[in-house]
């Protein structure tokens, strides 16, 4: 049976079908059919390659291995997490005049080509194509940022497309130097572009083009996924889109881009093993894994803006995961995949309430919106405060765990400067973010503000859906799933 | 004809079109005139399908025929004709007001070609056609990147886009014996292509709300 090919097909037929369907409602469901469907078939997936190791479709054109099916796992999970809060985000967004229909059907038509797109660098083969499709998911995401058409969201899609095309100019730099590589290698016929065939050939490329190749590569997909200095981009585009697509950007999009970069990690790690310069790429990601974790907590603290400051808590957690790559012990590779999976439940639910806040106040600006949110909106501040006190690292939430795993793991690999390092960084978020949020959602309204009659509770079930399996997760990961993921760290530690 | 006179041919057509591309950036860089921009950035296209077609000819590679034609219709005919339209439909002043003057601005790209025929001297036993096509394409990059930086009108970056993906093109083309496998070079087709409609729907609706194509004033967004 064909399992691959469904996951593509399903959401952007779903797209497709968004361009004709005239009731909002209808495209609201149907994007949430497309994503559970997805979700369903991403746990038949993990089946599947827990059983027979690498899935391939259309004669290798597609293949899957653990590391695929995992991110096949988050994108459905996100983006059905988003199409749950956006149907009825938009209804009151029309409600208050704020955005069009026609607006409105772009979104709906737009989200599930960007999940198609991540789907699709996830699942293709073909090095060529993944840099098409992660252009596609730039692409598609960045007319989702601008869909309020207000000043401000123009700035930050300008920004964000021209910033995310030269990197990937450059990441195409880099794929052409890795395509030339293997064309010198077999220098008669046409080699194969897949990334299982250039695995399998990995040792006899020339390690100097790769190094070369994996610089451009970094700083292309390293532009995408955020890491500082290249994240200028990011702040303003996850502040400025609706708040579904900033969840569905933070929560999975900058970590797709890490994944494209991750396969290049892998190739060059398989080619320059036992060679002087081993850990070369590995090195690249520490540096700027530490340098995007220690930037962030400072700009934290500064935040004037809810979303500004949530998408510098992804700027953390991006180092972090990216550092704990880099630490390549088997240890801190599986906690930084358990911390992507964490941190994709945590995030969205951050977002939502930050939506909420938004429609309710009608600004994103701290002195706007604070003292006592709590006070207007109950139910969405006590989701939001579990979901920071999740994002900050406390226990019982997974992410608690995932950072133990991921220092403990830097410790037995006797790397206790870097460890202390991601300590210190993590510590300065935790206060800068309980600090502000403290600020804003607890404590009296100002005087004279007049009580809303917003007591609402919006979005409650996308968020106690996500919270929930959260919490589940923390306390007890399914066997094949912890399989898969045991499987995913040895295939980025180079243990085929 | 004799095979190996074709190929001695080519090896130095190849260099003389690449080089071709590289008087075409820096007309782009002096000009002022936007639609003059516009029709230089057809002629550097024109010039990297002819560089795929002596490829494909040489070779007798029917795939790299395939690129030659699609860089042909899509970048000399069609994204010159929208460009063209979307400058006609939000009716902007000609003149694209770099920050630098012109013969600045030359010597700024005469240093970065510079650079690049130093950065890629010890890659040059990689190249297969033409010796320097690679610290060419390296060049168009880096000054593609340096257009980007000099022009304020978003019309004109999206312009310098464009430049630099020619700049990739032609690296492609330099290191590589037959070019990429189709199907990547059609993922890449499609994507410069729906890349220039939203860069242009979203040029229009900065210019409808700003009143303006200056990107200088796209300032309110910090820290």
Known sequence: MLLLTPILLVPLSVALLCLLVPSRRVMAALGVLAFATTLGLGIALLHEVLARGVVREWSEFLSADALSAWMVLLISVVSLATSLYAGRYFERDMAAGVITMGRVREFFVLTPLFGTGMFLVVLANNLGVMWAAVEGTALSSVLLVALYNRRNSLEAAWKYVILGSLGLALALLGTVFVYAAACKSHPDSLPSFNWSYLMSVARQLDPLQLKLAFVFVFVGYGTKAGFAPMHTWLPDAHSEAPSPTSAMLSGVSLKIALYALLRFHILTTACLDGGPDAGFSGHLLLGFGLFSMLLAPSFILVQRNLKRMLAYSSLEHMGLICTGIALNSPLTIFGALLHMGYHALTKPVLFFAAGNIHQTFHSLEFRVIGPGVGKVLPVTVVLMGLAALSAVGLPPFGLFFSELTIISGGLAAHQITVSVVILVALLASFCGILQQLTRILLGARKPGDHPTDARRSDGVPAMTLLLGSLLLFSVWLPAPLLELMHQAAAIIGGKP | MHPPTTLEISSQ???????????????????????????????????????????????????????????????????????????????????????????????????????????????????????????????????????????????????????????????????TTYGMPLVVELGIFFDVMVAVMVLGILVYRIRENFDSMDTGKLDQLKG
């Not at chain 2, 795939?63 to 219709?73: D, K, P, W």
């Not at chain 2, 033409?130 to 019309?155: C, E, H, Q």
């Open chain 2, 13 to 175: 057509v190849i260099p003389l079109m690449a080089t071709l591309m590289l008087v075409v950036q820096l007309l782009l860089i002096a000009q002022r005139m936007l639609l003059t921009n516009i029709r230089l950035f057809a002629i550097q296209s024109l010039l990297l399908s002819g560089i795929a077609a002596v490829v494909a000819f040489n070779y007798n590679a029917s795939h790299v025929y395939v690129v030659a034609v699609l860089t042909f219709i899509g970048k000399v005919v069609f994204l010159p004709w929208l460009l063209n339209r979307l400058v006609h439909r939000i009716q902007i002043h000609q003149d694209v007001e770099p920050l630098l003057n012109a013969p600045s601005s030359m010597l700024i790209c005469a240093a970065l070609t510079l650079l690049g025929y130093s950065v890629t001297r010890p890659f040059t036993s990689l190249e297969k056609l033409g010796n320097n096509t690679l610290a060419i394409a390296l060049a168009l990059l880096l000054t593609g990147f340096f257009l980007m930086i000099n022009r304020r009108k978003a019309l004109t970056q999206v312009l310098a886009l464009l430049t630099v993906e020619n700049g990739v093109m032609l690296a492609a083309v330099a290191l």
